[in-house]
């Protein structure tokens, strides 16, 4: 792929990242089978589970600044405040 | 204790039938939990949401690995798929549940279909003429039967079409909580040309942005029940990892065709329970 410049360490880091996340969410689902609940603990993981494409997203906007693809960089700007939007809608 | 490990249980076996035949477990989840399990779509929704993303961010390192994600396009497409989703989340709580019901079984409807045609059309593969370059958002992949390098390139004056497309992918994604991957990949590989694998990666890879974009709304606006979502996300998370290892050893053909069938069936029980 044309993309190839995405280390394969910030891959398995991410991987790594992601499986912290999965083991607080067994970690939690325990915890509520042993009657604690750790709904703030649980806001917390969750919200980063969603923030990790966001994280992705940065990720290949640096990569894009980095070689001076500034279309790439504007798609990315702009994905990046839609998903902010998706924050701020009531 | 039942009630405490039915979610998990479904989560596992839904995310382990949907890996090893290559499709999302929104699809299922939500019929699933709302039918027989008997949650609210309101609340199923946000939680599949996440499922969604959980499988996508779980599925695409691998996928990064055999570099078959085609970057460039998944973030252009994004930008009409994120705002899909962000509408479709946005009418969830102003539809009623039996519109969202009715909507789901259209939906389900038309992705056993194209499920169908899919399995019986050959690949459709753009690839650039000697000499011709592979364009803005062309790529190469490793041909599964060959094992050489191949390059490819994308048909772009339907480019328009294909973000109108993406948009609504976004939407139904947005409100009913599935993936969409079925209804993006025939898109990327029929019309634009991408091969099935590059197609499927990119499509998963697309799949945790757009379900970023939803689930930061469905947080936002306290839909998402965490305690359901925890339990049906660790099934999820367990049963892809088991599925992508039996796709290997299971008849994936014959799966994929029960799968079919059990998708027509559910589109008919989600449009009959929303008259």
New interface residues.
Partial sequence: MRDNEISLNSIKAINLFIRVLIGGVVVSVVAFHFGVSIESAQKTLFFLILSIPVLRTLQFLVHYLKNKEFGMVSVLLFLLLLLGLGLNLK | MEA?FLP?LVGFVVAMVGASIGVGGGILLVPIFTLWLHYPIYVVVPVST?CV??T???AT?SN??K??????LA??L??ST??G??SG??FLSRFKASVIYQVFGVVAFLVAVLTLIRSFSKEKILKPSKGQEIGILG???TNSATQIEEAYAVREKHFPFVMGASYVAGLFAGLLGIGGGALKVPILNVILGVPFRVAAATSTFML??T???????F???HQ?D??L???V??GV?LGGKVGAHLMRSLPVEVLKKVFTLILFFLSFKMWSAGL
């Fill in positions: 405490q998990i996440v993303l959980v996508s961010i779980s390192p990064e690995v570099r078959l994600v085609n970057y460039r973030f252009i994004e930008l994120v705002l989703a962000l989340a946005y790529g190469w992949f945790g942005i379900a970023a974009a939803s689930g930061f709304y947080f936002i606006n998402i965490f305690d979502a925890s339990k996300v660790m998370f």
